[in-house]
């Protein structure tokens, strides 16, 4: 199947839903994406509005629940395609859908506190630093896992 890769800067439109799909976790909730544009006189204008539902399966299902909410910034990449479908009434109905590789805030415009998960690479503990100024917490290599830069 041929998968058109997918990107979405906007605002979560629908408070995420969790639950379990045989063994996997599995997290959807909707997006909007907003156009502006700067006019002449430097005032702004609305454009159109993008909406989606994004589907996040797995570990980054796992990362979602009790973390993001209606309102909060968020970017999406993933691959997107329509869910064709019909419904109670027998008609056909679409749906543009987003099946998220990688969910996260938008830090141009809200702050947050990273939490790491425990993974390969990663120490157990912070008291194993040799100092307070010792290097970052990941293991050169584990770092594009982890999506981290080293570089300060």
């Known amino acids: 199947m041929f998968e058109t890769p997918f990107s979405i800067v906007g605002t979560v439109a629908t408070n995420p839903v969790a639950r379990r799909v045989g063994d996997q976790d599995f997290v959807r909730f909707r997006v909007v994406s907003n156009s502006r544009r700067k006019m002449p006189d430097g005032s702004w204008e609305s454009g159109t509005s993008l909406f989606v539902t994004v589907n996040c399966w797995g570990k980054v299902a796992e990362g979602i629940t009790s973390v993001l909410y209606k309102g909060d910034p968020v970017v999406v990449l993933g691959h ?10 027998g008609n056909r109905r679409s749906s543009v859908e987003v ?8 830090l141009s415009r809200c702050r947050v506190k990273l939490e790491r998960t425990r993974s390969v690479g ?29 570089s300060a």
């Open 80 to 89: 997107i395609y329509t869910d064709e479908y019909e419904d109670k009434d």
């Open 99 to 106: 099946r998220a590789n990688s969910v996260g805030p938008d």
């Open 122 to 150: 990663i120490r157990a503990s912070q008291d194993e630093a040799d100092t307070e100024d010792a290097a970052p917490d990941v293991v050169p290599g584990a770092a594009a896992e982890q999506g981290l830069s080293l």
